[in-house]
């Protein structure tokens, strides 16, 4: 995974070197990462960054792909066992917020994507998935001029927002990724605007 890891992101090659190095010594654990996942994940990421050394940015970015890989192999049994009248704003799988939203166009309905394990649930369009505020008020869509399928959800109470992809036709003619890679734009319009994603993704986060 590191080699296709050093080829999309160029600027982590030094890091991705480092981490093959200590992986192949059997310095790194994975598992000690899993263990404390997800509350002290952040921990053991700069632990490791000391350690190696390497960003924190690069090792989160591989073990963002590993968990990805994990929870995607276990999804199906964790499906089988979730109550179809999932109610909540985060992934009824892995427990992580969404990264993308999509309504579709003949029924209206609200779908939330996990980009940590792909799992796909419904929720309720006039509820903010992050803290539960419902109303129609103090709740916003904002949409880009010309392109009304391109819009964001945000939410006054937490001041989070979600980018979503708004009347399309059907859930499964879209790949919510990548879509979600595609929208980057209205991240940087929401977050100038001082709302945060309701999860950081390597593609969400701007330094500076
Ligand atoms: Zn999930
Ligand atoms: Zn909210």
């Given amino acids: 995974m590191t080699s296709a890891l050093k080829e999309g ?3 982590l090659r030094e890091d991705m070197d480092r981490l093959e190095k200590a992986g192949r010594k059997g310095g790194l654990d994975i598992y000690d990462y899993f263990r404390t996942f997800p509350d002290h994940g952040e921990d ?5 960054s000391a350690d190696l050394p390497a960003s924190p940015q690069g090792i989160a970015l591989l073990l963002n792909q590993l968990t990805r890989m994990v929870l995607e192999k276990r999804r199906p049994d964790a499906v089988a066992l979730i109550d179809a009248e999932w109610k909540k704003g985060y992934c009824p799988v892995c427990g992580a917020f969404p990264t993308i ?3 579709e166009e003949k029924i209206t309905r609200r779908w939330l994507h996990c980009s940590q394990c792909g799992h796909d649930w419904l929720f309720s369009r006039v509820i903010c998935p992050y803290c539960e505020h419902e109303a129609q008020e103090g709740m916003d869509f904002f949409y ?16 989070r927002y979600l980018v ?3 009347r399309v036709s059907d859930l499964n003619d879209h790949e ?10 209205l991240d940087v319009i929401m977050q100038g605007k001082g709302l945060t994603p309701m999860v950081n993704c390597s593609w969400n986060v701007f330094e500076g």
């Fill in 9 to 11: 992101f160029p600027s």
């Fill in 44 to 48: 053991i990421i700069k632990l490791w």
């Fill in 101 to 103: 939203a999509l309504i």
């Fill in 144 to 159: 880009v001029e010309n392109r009304t399928q391109e819009a964001a959800f945000s939410c006054d109470k937490c001041q």
């Fill in 164 to 166: 979503t992809l708004n």
């Fill in 176 to 185: 919510l990724d990548v879509s979600a890679l595609s929208l980057t734009h």
